[in-house]
């Protein structure tokens, strides 16, 4: 294949996925048809105005409240079902000196997983996906934000998690947890979020990059704007990294949006093998 | 407490512009599952894609994938019964599926990749409506 024949196969593939990616973000008309997101700011067309400044909750603090979901990278990277994937959630490490970063027994796993095709993939095995890679994910999530409680409904296997600023600390000692556990605090209009107590069942990505039980995870949430929030997330897992590291996920808010529910599990069974998956 | 090594290591820069046919390229080569539920490169063959058009069966409107069925008849008037995947409800609800976009009775042209072990299935990557040419993409863990 000519150079020239790739460059035509990859703009025809950016482009058609960015049509897909449009389509596939739009409003799910088929689910609350015409419904429209009370308090958003809208122009005098009724459209939303996704530039306008951050709503703020009663007590002053950005309100973080509505359907996100993570920003397609422009010119990125095309994935199955030819989306064109957002920036991290092929691969949290991406920006990160490669040679250097896993420890022996993360970078053993990690090829092993890739070698198996990513058959024990937790998304495979219809499982939770674990907080890292839901905050890269293109499944949208809802944030309800509450005094004291913040609660994250994920799309993503139909998933709810609870964020608590009523004064608790995490856990001494956790069960494991596919979620983990979870408290925040404001610094400035950024939301802190620290977790903790995590299975070392969930993948932090798509490539399966692994973590321990023993992994910490702090989200940053800001929201820019009304249709804007940056996710910055912090991996910080001794047992399989040499040090912690950062990444920066773009979301965006799916205005007069709404969830739809995934029950993977309906017929999952089905998919091991597949001459048995007809159903 | 910090238990970490250091790391003196220069940072990977990745090469936009031509980055994107390298990646694409190294994702065709790989074909991981990525995106929604399954692994593709363990189930389908990226390498074997087929068309077939056919008569609509049975739609199994069903997470974590929607299966429709179609029967397809060949130069011999031979009718094989193909089984073809898609992506899940929720993915194809945003696409601007309903479970009522395709209906059994009607004729569809499907581009799908074949699987690796069934002789009859196949990951669809696109449904055109042969009555009225529309054309829908399906949600699916396959490349468009």
């Known amino acids: 294949m000519t150079k020239q024949v790739l460059n035509c196969l990859s703009v025809r593939m950016v482009f058609t996925t960015s049509?897909?990616?449009?389509?596939?973000?739009?409003?799910?008309?088929?689910?609350?048809?015409?419904h429209l997101m009370p308090g958003l700011p809208r122009g005098a067309d009724g459209k939303p105005n996704l530039q306008a400044a951050a709503p703020r909750t009663a007590d002053g603090k950005p309100s973080l409240s509505g359907v996100w979901h993570a920003e397609p990278e422009l010119g990125g990277e095309v994935g199955p079902g030819g989306l064109v994937l957002p920036k991290y959630m092929a691969n949290v490490t991406r920006d990160q000196p490669p040679d250097t970063l896993l420890r022996p027994a993360a970078a053993t796993l990690f090829k092993a997983r890739a070698d198996n095709l990513y058959r024990d993939s937790p998304s495979l095995q219809c499982l939770p996906l674990g907080v890292a890679w839901l905050d890269t994910y293109t499944h949208p999530f809802k944030i309800v934000q509450n005094p004291g409680l913040i609660v994250i409904l994920y799309e993503s296997q139909t998933l709810f998690r609870q964020i608590f600023?009523?004064?608790r600390t995490l856990p001494d000692d956790p069960q494991p947890a596919w979620l983990g556990y979870s408290v925040a605090a404001?610094?400035?209009?950024?939301?802190?979020?620290?977790?903790?107590?995590?299975?070392d069942k969930?993948?932090?990505?798509?490539?399966?990059?692994?973590?321990?039980?023993?992994m910490r995870l702090t989200e940053r949430f800001m929201r820019r704007d009304t249709g804007h929030m940056d996710i910055e997330v912090t991996v910080d897992d001794p047992v399989y990294y040499t040090r912690p590291f950062s990444y920066t996920?773009?979301?965006?808010?799916?205005?007069?949006?709404?969830?739809?529910?995934?029950?993977?599990?309906?017929?999952?069974?089905a998919h091991f093998p597949l001459v048995d998956k007809k159903p | 407490m910090n238990t970490y090594a250091s790391s003196q290591s220069p940072n990977e820069r990745r090469c936009r512009g031509r980055g994107i046919?390298?990646?694409?390229?190294?994702w065709l080569g790989t074909t991981i599952s990525l995106l929604g539920h399954h692994s593709f490169a363990a189930e389908f063959d990226i390498n074997k894609p087929i068309t077939l058009t056919g008569v609509v069966t049975r739609i199994a409107w069903q997470n974590p994938h929607v299966w429709f069925y179609i029967d397809v008849?060949?130069?011999?008037?031979?009718?094989?019964?193909?089984?073809?995947?898609?992506?899940?409800?929720?993915?194809?609800?945003?696409?601007?599926?309903?479970r009522n976009s395709m209906k059994p009775g009607e004729i569809v042209t499907v581009e799908a990749f074949r699987a690796r072990d069934v002789?009859?299935?196949?990951?669809?990557?696109?449904?055109?409506?042969?009555?009225?040419?529309?054309?829908?993409?399906?949600a699916s863990s396959a490349p468009q």
């Open chain 1, 186 to 199: 404001w610094e400035g209009d950024t939301l802190v979020v620290s977790t903790a107590g995590f299975t």
């Open chain 1, 165 to 167: 600023m009523d004064g």
């Open chain 1, 202 to 214: 969930t993948w932090l990505d798509a490539r399966g990059h692994p973590h321990s039980e023993a």
């Open chain 2, 73 to 98: 008849k060949d130069e011999a008037d031979s009718i094989t019964s193909w089984g073809l995947e898609m992506g899940s409800p929720n993915a194809l609800i945003r696409a601007g599926w309903t």
């Open chain 1, 19 to 34: 049509v897909i990616v449009l389509s596939l973000l739009r409003p799910g008309e088929a689910q609350w048809v015409g």
């Open chain 2, 119 to 138: 002789a009859t299935s196949a990951n669809a990557r696109s449904v055109t409506l042969v009555s009225s040419g529309k054309r829908l993409f399906t």
């Open chain 1, 249 to 269: 996920q773009p979301h965006r808010l799916l205005p007069d949006g709404e969830l739809i529910e995934y029950i993977c599990n309906e017929n999952n069974a």
């Open chain 2, 21 to 26: 046919i390298a990646l694409g390229l190294m």
